[in-house]
């Protein structure tokens, strides 16, 4: 079998460096190309056929996260992986869209990034623990304000007295007064249709809010 060829793309070279070991572990004899800018992972791109791109966009210069949308359509046997600490709506659109092979969290331990690589060997997808974690509060969080139509900061301090934390504790972290802080909660218990704050509370928390 033809060895693979693989890209690792990430501005923290200690971290490229960790990456290639535990890749080396799993790929005998894979040819590993190391870089910190997108022109180089366009120029490998375009020069050969690189099977794994093992890339974190947030931590890229000038890159941009619905490029991958377009790296995916120009090299449909290149199995893109994003492996970052970062994430955000439209790297969900990559998870839904199937667009990425893979998404794991730079926090992980190196048993599951090996889970990982060997589930995308198969065609398979991966999703670390970690992200879809994320992604489902995102889409909770998401919902809850379309349904009760809550702002934004109407939605932070519901999250926060999901935590437990007091009306104090809450203005404080906000910068906002205790009165401000009062305003947001009556406005909140009015759209939720929630007449207390201790089922305040609860509704957060079952909701995943906190």
Known sequence: MKPSTIV???????????????????????????????????????????????????????FEIDEINTLNLAYPNCKIIIITCSHNELS???????????????????????EAISKIEENEEYVCNEILSKFFKNKVKNKCKAQYQLTERETEILKLIGQGKSGEQIANDLFISIHTFRTHRKNIMKKTNINSTSKLVVHAISNHLG
């Not at 839904?96 to 331990?109: M, V």
């Open 8 to 62: 690792i793309a990430d501005s923290q070279n200690l971290y490229r460096i960790g990456l290639k070991s535990v890749i080396k572990k799993h790929f005998k004899n894979a040819q590993i190309r190391e870089t910190n800018t997108k022109k180089d992972v366009l120029k490998w791109l375009k020069k050969e056929e690189i099977n794994y791109l093992f890339l974190d966009p947030y931590n890229i210069k000038n």
């Open 92 to 114: 969900e659109e990559l998870l839904i869209r199937k667009i990425i092979k893979g998404y794991i969290c730079k926090t992980n331990k190196e048993l599951i990034f090996h």
